[in-house]
């Protein structure tokens, strides 16, 4: 069964810094992407960051490049997500996602097959 679990959110003021962790369990994370996306009320679900598994290569949306950095440690089975110069606008439930395919792009939600429960993210101005 697989099982992503994220954790590491919380509330911060604008400008902070947090970083979230996701732990994956029964999945082999091979020659494909994993992601982090989010979704604040009232909003579709927003590709933040993709990371490929051989090589680390990755993708950003445009507001959060320059911002925020996706990591992968293979070994633990964790994907981080580290959140700079944290904004209002960057408030929402945070999801880690797991098993891309084609033909969605990686930042599109609907690529992926498994997904955490999330964690929230709160920045007050």
């Known amino acids: 069964q697989v099982q992503l679990v994220e954790s590491g959110g919380g509330s911060v003021q604008a400008g902070g810094s947090l970083r979230l962790s996701c732990v994956v369990s029964g999945y082999t994370y091979n020659k494909n992407f994993m992601g982090w996306f989010r979704q604040a009320p009232g909003k579709e679900r927003e590709g933040v960051a993709a990371?490929?598994?051989?090589?680390?290569?990755?993708y950003y949306g445009d507001s959060v490049k320059g911002r925020f950095t996706i990591y992968q440690d293979k070994a633990k089975n964790t994907l981080s997500l580290e959140m700079e110069r944290l904004k209002p606008e960057d408030t929402a439930m945070y999801y880690c996602a797991a098993d891309w395919t084609r033909p969605y792009g990686v930042l599109n939600a609907d690529g992926y097959k498994f997904w955490g429960q999330g964690t929230q993210v709160t920045v007050s101005s």
């Open positions: 990371i490929y598994s051989d090589d680390g290569r990755a």
